[in-house]
């Protein structure tokens, strides 16, 4: 996986000059591909939302829908929610996909360090590109 970098440093080796080059927050240069990504902050997962190995995840067959309309309802008040998917197999992620960028900052500002379910939620921006990948949008 590739780390997200507003500051990138590139030598120039000819004249042995550092350029430093600040990026602002919706353009990023990943420094293995170098390649540049717009829109980054528009998709969000949030983690330690549920434990799949617990009873009641395991017996109640509409866990996950009741889970996903509690969250889409919670989430509904910093932004529109365009996607929202629970990932089953994984311990407590669900991704949301925001119509903008500041909403999905705010989400993640205000979300992240919340409690839920007597966990403590850890809020992250995901590029939009992994997220049609995973979720196969588009």
Request: charged share 30%; net charge positive.
């Amino acid at each position: 996986r590739c780390a997200m970098r507003s500051l990138e440093i590139a030598r120039d080796r000819s004249r042995s000059l550092e350029i430093f080059t600040v990026y602002p927050p919706w353009r990023r240069v990943c420094p293995r591909s170098n390649e540049t990504t717009f829109g980054v902050g528009r998709c969000v997962v949030l983690k330690n939302m549920f434990d799949r190995l617990s009873d009641e995840a395991q017996s109640n067959p509409n866990f996950f829908a009741e889970l996903a309309d509690e969250v889409r309802g919670e989430c509904a008040r910093h932004g529109t929610v365009l996607h929202l998917q629970c990932d089953k197999w994984s311990n407590g992620f669900i991704y949301l996909k925001l119509l903008s960028h500041p909403e999905a900052a705010r989400l993640r500002d205000t979300m992240h360090g919340r409690y839920f379910a007597k966990n403590k939620i850890l809020a992250e921006l995901v590029p939009e590109a992994t997220y049609n990948k995973k979720w196969k949008l588009q």
